[in-house]
């Protein structure tokens, strides 16, 4: 990739796209209760998405950081659940082939384990848990251990509480090589979000009508939308090049990735928010998709760096020349 995605990466994005919208399809959050299932695990474990930043030699696909990007990207648009990339990065620890081939196939669940590994976000019928830091992460077997479930804002999230978690890990692996796969994967996300905010609100002003005009020819709307692109297509670009630069190996590769984190977050969390305003009281319903755009966004924000932590490590950061 150079700066944008081209040929065959262009190819898997597309491809991503028409799955992902057929089987994970945003309108499967309205309703009563929405979780994610392991019949949708199974699929796309069945199409071998969950391999792909998993090397040849350990029966993964051997695709790199671009492709992994441009693949959440998609998942992010759909507002996918955070198991799917639970599973993804499970599969990149230390572990026996069996086991492996049983995340790789999506007949055993993964959820992620936050807030100093106390909440689970993902399916209830997970088996492990994945603890992930920027110096290590460990996969846990979650066993007998008791969960409550606990109310979730984002439908496309479940969550669950637990006291401590298992002290034995089945499968583990050091180094931030786990950490920066996640950020890449959760600002993937969230660019497909804001992008997919983006998309709503324009074609939604070039319908919708007021005083006999299309909103989208007053300033007041118009404006708001630019602003909109130009938040994504900055957020967009790093994300391009911190992915680039981890595909390289290059030694300032997390600098970019905390710098794309960081874009993400805004971009996505504003988009979806001047979505909601752009639609007026519409955007606000249970029925409508915006509220769940700005939902999953503000949760996104959350995962493998907040603002703080990521403009603190900016703040002494060293990028190559």
Known sequence: ????????????????????????????????????????RLTVGEMGWFALALSEEKSGSGLSPVEFALFFREVGRQCGPVDVLAQCLAVLLDMDDTARADLLSGSTGVVLAVGQGLRLLGSPDAVYALDVSPTGSRLLHLGETEADERPSLDPATPMRSITSLPTTAVATASGEHVWRMGQLGVAAMLIGLGEAALDQ????????????????????????????????????????????????????????LDAAKHLANQAAVANADTNIQLHGGIGVTEEHTAHLYLKHALLLAKLFGAKRPLLANLLHAQAEV
Request: some cysteine; overall charge neutral; proline content about 4%.
């Open 1 to 40: 990739m150079f700066l944008a995605p081209d040929g065959h990466e262009i190819e898997i994005a597309d491809a991503a796209a028409s799955f992902l919208a057929e089987v994970m399809p945003i309108a499967r959050l309205h309703g009563a209760a929405p979780q994610s299932s392991a019949a949708l």
């Open 201 to 256: 609100i324009v074609a939604y002003a070039k319908i919708r009508e007021t005083f006999g005009r299309k909103i989208g020819s007053y300033q007041a709307v118009r404006h708001p939308c630019a602003d909109m692109a130009l938040r994504i297509e900055a957020a967009r670009s790093q994300l391009w090049y911190a992915a680039t630069a981890l595909k390289e190996g290059r030694g300032d590769a997390g600098v970019h």
